[in-house]
């Protein structure tokens, strides 16, 4: 059966993982386009693709810290996650029409940063802490 104490870890993995991705797509994309500009008939640099994106880290990641503060109750590293969260969902939405690439990039990667951080701390703090280890 399924433990809290195995889904949150897991969660944390896999938020981190999708934080990496969008700020993978976000820096190594462009340079592919120049290189090979075929890559925009592909759909590679699709506005879909950040949205699709989203669509996973926000709800991975919402749940990660909910369930990660409820066991060690420190909202500080739930926060640090939101606002990652709004970075995110602010530059995917806006950064480009407000600031160019440059700050569609740019928010992305202080985002999915941020996200990543909260994650690992709340890996960290869950992992060693006496509440989250109880059987």
Known sequence: ?????????T?????IGLSSICAVHCLVLPVLVALFPSLM?????DERIHLG??????P??????IMGCRQHRQLPIVCL?????????FSALFGHDWGG??????????????????HVLNFRLCKSSAVCNRA
């Open 53 to 58: 994106l989203l669509v996973l880290v926000v």
């Open 101 to 118: 690439e440059a700050m569609e990039v740019t928010g992305t990667l202080l985002g999915a940063g941020l996200v990543a951080c909260s």
């Open 11 to 15: 969660a944390d993995k896999a938020a």
């Open 60 to 65: 991975v990641s919402a749940f990660a810290l």
């Open 81 to 89: 996650g939101l606002v990652g969260i709004l970075v995110l969902l």
């Open 41 to 45: 008939v592909a759909g590679m640099q």
């Open 1 to 9: 059966m399924l433990s809290e104490r195995s889904i949150i870890p």
